[in-house]
């Protein structure tokens, strides 16, 4: 039993949803045949521990979760942009950012699963969930200097990606 407790705003539901089912957009989805809802996700976090944590920035940490039995969670919406050819990588606007999409044969399973998450009083906010491992944030004008360096070094590197079709 895990002593953190995790907390999911109303705003932040309406983000999260975004990762379940199969989506249209580009990144990772849960399967919703393990975790139904938000609701059934934050239920299993509050009941299992993390099995690493990285700190995410001053405020926010990544919290590394795997099922239990070894079920695969989901598909992991990440990859190495060098292991995309550059004629299956396309540019993208979400939410005000210009993202590049990977497109690949099939989207890889996962175990694992990352909850972004920020102390408050009255728990751990969640701020983002998706299955695979770690990720940075989009970097953003306005993040302190060293936080943006590393979030433009990581999505410099990495890209998300989509099933082509």
Sequence with gaps: MSSLRFILSEHRHGHLLRHFGDNSPAGSH?????FASP???ILFIN?????????YSEKKVAYLFRTTDGTAVGTDGLALRKSIP??????????GYSLSIGLIAELPITQEFC??????PEGLSIVTAFPGG???PFAQKGQPTKE????????????????KG
């Design 115 to 120: 909850v972004i998450a920020y102390e408050t």
């Design 148 to 163: 943006y360096a590393l979030n433009k070094q990581f999505w410099e590197d990495h890209v998300l990606v989509r099933k």
């Design 47 to 55: 009941s299992n521990a993390p099995i690493s944590t990285q700190s």
């Design 134 to 136: 770690y990720a940075r």
């Design 86 to 95: 550059a004629e299956d990588i396309v540019q993208e606007n979400r939410d």
């Design 30 to 34: 849960f399967n919703t045949a393990v």
């Design 39 to 41: 609701q059934e996700l």
